[in-house]
């Protein structure tokens, strides 16, 4: 595995002080225009993401199960959900407080009761998300059988192609050639893949952020993803995001940011690249989320309903007059742009390491050696550059 021990221990801490979701929680859906039509977001709560219990991600926080299921109530709470929605949908997600294919977070039993519970629902394409380590024969066996007539979607989170980001940044805990591998077993079984890739990597500058993101999205277009969804993080509640952005070392990035990403690549890529969580979906009452990505107050809401629109029809024109968007703002983060490094900042990197082992009392000599580590892996990847 890609284990950053240093990430490991700050974000375990992080996880243990974050409350258990309550039972009223244990399902929830949305249901919104995308691609053209109706998309189900139907999502229910496990014991949890097992590398987020393990001190995972940086930007995650899907929700803290209690360790015991009462998968009873859950599957009842589905059950009725489903039989409200009469609708045919463009899209279906299923999607688990973790990934699909886990079977620690969603068994064998559990799959089979979701089958049943599937069968009605009417939808062009059925979609699960389930990270690259857990994709399986028998998982798909299941994605197979759950809405036979609709095209089947398995989405990755990959979130870089790149495995400096994604051990030193991001604490994901997994391989771009993990992804690769998935591609492979996905194909070979006759379904499709999107992958997901962020947008505000932590510990590099955002124009650095964009850099990257632009890579890993003609990385996974060329290693055979079918679709990419693009993900701007937001900070949120018991995240090490939340702990950097408190601490002076982290913001979310800017919608022109999402903008100049998708104006990299042209109207053939863009039918394959769709956006999404670019905005607080749940309200302040169910979120935990702190802050979101943004403009300015002068247009941030016409902004956004470009970015619905976009959502919806993926129209690249869209993208080209969010790129000429007149707004002071637009041309106050132009010249930030300019100013900022396009290359990850290793110095950057270790100064707010050594911060947070400062906040969190890190192991003197457990740093030392990650920081050794990451500092070589580093010059092998970049030396040259």
Not at 17 to 33: F, G, L
Not at 169 to 179: D, G, H, L, P, S
Not at 245 to 259: D, K, P
Not at 267 to 272: A, F, I, N
């Amino acid at each position: 595995m890609n284990t950053n021990n240093v990430l490991r221990q700050i974000t375990y801490e992080i996880y243990k002080q974050r409350t258990v979701m309550p039972e009223k929680m244990r399902t929830n859906y949305r249901i919104e225009r995308a691609n053209g039509g109706l998309l189900c977001d139907l999502w229910f709560l496990t014991v949890g993401c097992i590398h987020d219990a393990q001190g995972g991600c940086v930007m995650c926080n899907y929700g803290k199960g209690s360790g015991v299921v009462h998968w009873d109530k859950i599957l009842g709470e589905l059950k009725k959900i489903v039989e409200r929605l009469p609708w045919e949908f463009e899209d279906f997600l299923l999607t688990p407080s973790g990934s699909m294919l886990d079977e620690r977070e969603v068994s064998k039993s559990m799959r089979e009761d979701l089958c049943g519970i599937l069968k009605g629902i009417r939808t062009k394409r059925f979609i699960i998300e389930s990270r690259a380590d857990t994709i399986s024969e028998e998982g798909l066996d299941f994605v197979k059988k759950a809405v036979p007539d609709a095209e089947k979607y398995i989405e990755i989170g990959v979130e870089s192609s790149n495995n400096w980001i994604l051990k030193h940044c991001i604490n994901k805990n997994t391989t771009y050639e993990m992804f690769q591998d998935a591609v492979q077993k996905i194909h070979q079984a006759g379904m499709y893949v999107t992958a997901n890739i962020g947008l505000g990597y932590p510990f590099m500058s955002e124009k650095a952020a964009i850099i990257n993101t632009v890579r890993s999205i003609k990385d996974v277009l060329n290693d055979g993803a079918d679709s990419v969804v693009l993900f701007p993080y937001h900070i949120k509640k018991g995240t090490l995001l939340n702990v950097l952005s408190e601490n002076g070392m982290y913001r979310c990035v800017s919608f022109w940011s999402l903008a100049e990403v998708l104006g990299y690549f042209s109207e053939t890529e863009l039918s394959k690249i769709q956006i999404s969580w670019y905005k607080d979906y749940f309200g302040e009452e169910k979120s935990y989320i702190c802050s979101s990505p943004g403009t300015c107050p002068n247009c941030e809401r016409k902004v956004l309903k470009e970015l619905d629109e976009y959502r919806e029809t993926q129209n690249p024109e869209i993208i080209r007059r969010l790129r000429e968007y007149p707004c002071s703002c637009h041309a106050e983060w132009k010249q930030q742009m300019d100013r900022e490094n396009g290359q990850i900042d290793i110095k950057r990197t270790e100064e707010e390491y050594r911060k947070l082992a400062e906040i969190y009392k890190t192991d003197r000599q457990l740093l030392e050696q990650e920081i050794g580590i990451m500092k070589d892996e580093f010059m092998r990847r970049y030396g040259n550059e």
